[in-house]
């Protein structure tokens, strides 16, 4: 065992090498001085050689400890150096027992631990949110940083599940409500697919019974369980037991502790108590047509509930249409029938000559009012049907809104977006530094080449209101920086900007860029957007962009784009103290998406209680001129050939697309044509296939609508075509919009008409 310990050993062994020749020396001196002046010159050769000797072996001994040293100093470094560029290739082999060896086998350490952490990365980077892992301690700080964010990404993963499964179920039952079924079978597939969807056990539907004699009581029309049909006959009077009481007070009911006595549910194995009862009444505004009632033995979640709320709405107004319609074609049959008696009438009053023409007269004076009466029977029950669409379609899109408003306020306090826009407010302010001027002055040339022969082209393509490229070139630094690594030297065509994950710069802002980027595009993609923002919230500085256009990295506060609706929501959200703070802005034309309009929504991120950032989606519009053409599936809507349903704001002008621009395109610029549109605005409807901001909607029934009123009329637009149309206004938060659902009176009053023709 060495005397020496083993942390000093390499500190012994320099010092030894330093000391020796001193000791050499002080050896020879001592020899010269006790020697005289004649044995010293006669031994002279004798000590030279001596000497040399001695020199000659401590260069062979001090060049065999360099070339060691440095073989075992290269091989250390080689490994640190590896680590530092994220390689795991090598270890640092240093043998020995000193200083230079603990450190090797510390890198090594370190170099293990790296690739536990990289494998526990790519783990989560593919989705495994159940790999496990234990940090090295309680100061490993980035192992406890990983294992925050596989917490953070199960609990996104779960709510992108629940939003999912409420998408999906809202889609499922389109279809099931869009059938042409009898009312019965309908009721069917409704309970069927409740029950199926929310894994329970047992589902019925109630639905109000009031037959003319004014006796009221709810009758169930459907019952379901363990995939098997029920035929069961059951009444309940209204106010009877938990069902009457939960049609009375209109509220939902859920209760987790069941009556013994209340239901059973029964299968090949006998019967048991449920643990779950859920009943929600099916309200169409505040009036309640029906109840659903769903047992279960598992426990009904509160997105499960809400949904079944939800789609009870849909519900309550798919039977009441049901049941116009049935009026409706009960009093059509009977006027046919009318209309057969009278022409009988007719034939035996031809047989008498002298009593024809005061029997014509009667005739046609019967006629006339009874085609009256069918006329506005017929406009009631079409007013009904629009009513119906238009309700629907208002709350789909109100609550669309709502999603949107609760997704950005719930994005913004997720922590990965928390970290992500400090990491990019810290790198973009380091963005510069290393950047010669030559380097820049190329970087700005590259830039402005792209804006001269790319932007500037497209955006000609949408307008005629054009400026040089000297005032849309940015004027910040940083903005000339990223812009020519992510818009003008990235590789991906116009558009597809956003695949670009990592510059390959080499810069802090690219190696942040390519760790977040890919689940920002993601999410994006995921909920449709057209963009997602992060602003610095005290320069207004757009510190990140999915989809990277040349608002990219400019100031919303001070640079080009500080007053467009952009602009303005962000100074806003800056200002606001309100941690909750969310704004909505109108659509305006906007210059960096090449003048199509655009709508921008923004809420603060907050660290605690420091703000550290402003979080702004842009609007998707393909999103909402889905919900309103039901995907163009205006027909199955109950829209015919002439319907549909449109969002215009207080400027009178469309916030959605009209139908006959997506179906005949030239019929419809043609039509524009006709009644004087400005040939700009055409071009520009042509160019961008948008009528957007772009088309009036200048009507009676839209003033109502956007005063807060909610209606029916009958009135001409500005074809001159008489129209059929419920309008109401939109309760959307920051926006003054109404929307209205119309139809041509000709096609609506088709059937009357044939009718007369007939007569």
């Not at 020749?21 to 004649?38: A, D, F, K, W």
């Not at 402005?448 to 000297?470: G, S």
């Not at 689940?519 to 602003?535: A, Q, T």
């Amino acid at each position: 065992m060495s005397i020496i310990p083993k942390k000093r050993q390499f500190q012994w062994k320099l010092l030894s090498l330093s000391l020796t020749p001193v000791l050499l020396v002080i050896i020879l001196l001592v020899y010269v001085t006790t020697r005289n002046t004649e044995k010293l010159a006669a031994e002279k050769l004798v000590v030279t050689g001596i000497a040399v000797l001695l020199l000659v072996g401590y260069c062979m001994l001090l060049a065999s400890f360099i070339k060691k040293t440095r073989a075992r100093i290269f091989g250390i470094h080689e490994t640190i150096a590896d680590l530092a560029s994220g390689k795991f290739r090598t270890n640092a082999t240093v043998t020995g027992r000193d200083e230079l060896a603990d450190i090797a086998s510390s890198l090594g350490t370190l170099k293990s631990d790296l690739v536990h952490k990289t494998n526990f990365a790519e783990e989560i980077r593919n989705g495994n949110l159940e790999v496990s892992y234990q940090p090295e301690s309680d100061d490993d700080q980035l192992g406890h940083a990983l294992l925050k964010l596989k917490d953070n990404l199960r609990v996104v993963k779960e709510e992108d599940q629940k939003r999912n499964w409420t998408t999906d179920g809202l889609a499922r039952f389109v279809e099931v409500l869009r059938s042409n079924k009898k009312i019965d079978a309908l009721v069917h597939d409704i309970t069927k697919n409740l029950v199926n969807l929310l894994q329970a056990n047992q589902g019925a539907i109630f639905v109000l019974n009031d037959s003319e004699t004014g006796d009221q009581y709810l009758e169930m029309m459907a019952c379901y369980a363990f995939n098997r049909t029920k035929y069961l006959t059951k009444k309940v009077s209204l106010g009877e037991g938990l069902i009457g009481q939960t049609f009375l007070e209109r509220q939902t009911i859920y209760l987790k502790e069941v009556p013994d006595d209340f239901v059973r549910i029964t299968s090949g194995l006998g019967e048991a108590n449920p643990r779950n009862l859920l009943i929600v009444p099916l309200k169409v505004n505040e009036d309640v047509v029906g109840i659903v009632e769903l047992a279960s033995f598992k426990t009904f979640q509160p997105h499960e509930i809400a949904f079944v709320e939800k789609i009870g709405e849909n519900i309550a107004h798919t039977i009441l249409s049901f049941r116009t319609n049935e009026h409706t074609q009960r009093l059509l049959d009977e006027s046919h029938q009318q209309a057969e008696n009278l022409r009988a009438q007719e034939e035996e009053l031809r047989q008498n000559q002298e009593e024809l023409q005061a029997t014509q007269e009667e005739i046609s004076r019967k006629y006339n009012a009874l085609f009256q009466q069918l006329t506005e029977l017929n406009h009631q029950s079409k007013f009904d049907q629009l009513k119906s669409i238009n309700s629907t379609k208002k709350r789909n899109v109100e609550y669309y809104f709502d999603i949107i408003r609760n997704q950005i306020r719930t994005f913004s306090e997720n922590k990965m977006i928390i970290d992500a826009v400090k990491s990019f407010r810290k790198t973009f302010a380091a963005i510069q530094q290393g950047v010669t001027d030559e380097e820049l002055q190329a970087m700005k040339a590259n830039l402005q080449r792209y804006y001269a022969d790319e932007f500037i082209p497209r955006l000609k393509e949408n307008t005629d209101q054009l400026e040089r490229v000297e005032h849309y070139f940015p004027k910040e630094v940083q903005a000339d920086i990223l812009q020519y690594h992510y818009i003008s030297n990235n590789p991906h065509p116009t558009g597809q900007k956003s695949l670009l994950d990592d510059a390959g710069d080499g810069s802090e802002y690219s190696k942040i860029h390519a760790y977040y980027h890919p689940v920002m595009r993601s999410y994006l993609e995921k909920f449709g957007y057209y963009d997602i923002f992060l602003i610095d919230p005290v320069t207004g500085d757009m510190v990140y962009s999915v989809f990277k256009e040349i608002d990219f990295a400019t100031s919303l506060v001070t640079g080009l784009y500080n007053q467009t609706n952009f602009g303005r929501v962000v100074k806003e959200a800056i200002q606001s103290t309100d941690k909750d703070f969310v704004k909505l802005e109108d659509f305006e034309p906007y210059d960096p998406s090449y003048r199509t309009p655009a709508s921008f929504i923004a809420c603060p991120i907050y660290d605690g209680d420091e703000k550290v950032g402003i979080l702004v989606f842009q609007m998707p519009i393909n999103k909402i001129n889905q919900i309103l053409t039901g995907d163009n599936n205006w027909r199955d809507d109950g829209l015919g050939e002439s319907g549909e349903t449109l969002l215009i704001g207080s400027d009178y002008k469309l916030r959605s697309v009209a139908r006959q621009l997506l179906e005949d395109k030239r019929k419809y610029l043609n039509g524009l044509k006709r009644i004087g549109y400005n040939e700009n605005i055409i071009r520009q409807i042509d160019k961008m296939n948008t009528s957007i901001l772009l088309e009036s909607i200048k009507l009676k029934s839209v003033e109502s609508g956007l005063h807060g009123e909610t209606g029916t009329t009958i009135e001409k637009n500005k074809h001159n075509v008489e129209m059929l149309n419920a309008f109401a206004p939109l309760n959307i938060p920051d926006v003054h919009w109404m929307i209205l659902s119309t139809m041509e009176e000709e096609e609506a009053s088709t059937r009357i008409n044939d009718l007369r023709k007939g007569a």
